[in-house]
């Protein structure tokens, strides 16, 4: 009889002790009440609290979670109805707190950020909404973390995941976007031909300085031929005038006979000319060539040093020369 007592005392001890500990997975706390009173907050791994005196209030998950905002209809400043949904990330720092300092905490977060983002996004134009998000999640982030430190949380991100306009103010928006870009591209299609048109403009006044300066240049060169053939001609004539005063006739002779002969030759490379009458006779030419070569002759023996040559015979008288008296 003694022996069953004891035993039964040994499973009921056993049982006592199984029942006062706690074991508390990582990442969560456990909150202990005594009769209903907090008193303690159990932390991850083996805890010990006498069974039927103490027990286990609230499991509280201690990892960031994330709470999901529905999509909301908001009203922006300018009348623009929006549709716009958004994301809550949040952890609990102080276990108790977010254990009873409120109840429902998923659904006061989430109304909390619902308002919040309507305050918010309800303050700004269209174009701000659209182009603005980071300024609106930071707003959203600043006012709900203030508003939810009481409850022993830090709200860590709050993200604004998406914002639908009316389909009106869509296409409203895609008209606006082309005619922006048609804009831009007119812009630059203008600017492309007035740099082509200054290139243009550029290369034709470059071209016209260099042909001027060719022209100047090839003037400057005809000049210069036209005074070495004028002081040609000059010394020319002096030295035929010089033989002239000499007494010597057949250099007035060479002279006009170079001036024939020019001028037949320009009869004969004329375009026009298809037949050439001569009103002279060979045999004047030939004496006239005669004459040319007999003063060629004496030129060159005065030149050389030698002695002159006897005097020619009486040549045949040119084409140029008067009648004999």
Do not use: C
Request: zero cysteines; charged letters at 25%; a neutral charge.
């Amino acid at each position: 009889m003694g022996a069953t007592v004891a035993f039964f005392l040994v499973i009921l001890v056993f049982i006592y002790l199984a029942a006062s500990i706690k074991i508390v997975r990582q990442g969560y706390h456990y909150t202990i009440e005594y009769f209903g009173r907090f008193t303690d907050v159990a932390r991850p791994g083996f805890n010990f609290y006498p069974a039927f005196f103490y027990r286990v209030g609230r499991k509280i998950n201690m990892m960031e979670q994330v709470v999901d905002v529905p999509s909301q209809e908001i009203i922006t400043r300018d009348n623009a109805m929006i549709a716009v949904d958004a994301v809550v990330f949040f952890q609990v720092l102080d276990a108790a707190k977010a254990a009873y300092e409120v109840s429902e905490l998923f659904v006061a977060i989430m109304n909390l950020a619902t308002t919040n983002l309507r305050t918010v996004m309800g303050s700004m134009d269209l174009d701000e909404t659209l182009s603005k998000r980071d300024e609106i999640n930071a707003r959203l982030l600043h006012v709900v973390d203030d508003a939810t430190s009481p409850w022993g949380l830090k709200i860590t991100r709050v993200e604004v995941k998406d914002i639908r306009p009316p389909q009106d103010i869509i296409n409203s928006m895609g008209r606006q976007m082309k005619a922006e870009r048609e804009k831009r591209a007119n812009i630059l299609e203008a600017e492309g031909l007035r740099a082509s048109e200054i290139l243009r403009a550029e290369g034709q006044k470059q071209s016209q300085i260099l042909e001027a300066e060719g022209r100047r240049e090839a003037a400057f060169r005809d000049a210069e031929a036209r005074e070495r053939s004028a002081e040609a001609e000059a010394k020319a004539t002096q030295m035929v005038s010089d033989a002239i005063a000499g007494g010597n006739s057949q250099a007035i002779n060479y002279f006009i006979a170079q001036k024939y002969v020019e001028a037949i030759g320009k009869f004969a490379t004329s375009p026009n000319a298809k037949t050439i009458l001569f009103p002279v006779e060979a045999t004047q030419l030939m004496g006239t060539l005669g004459g040319i070569g007999a003063l060629a002759r004496e030129a060159l023996g005065v030149e050389t040093g030698g002695t002159a040559p006897a005097p020619p015979p009486k040549p045949r008288r040119g084409p140029f020369e008067p009648a004999a008296e």
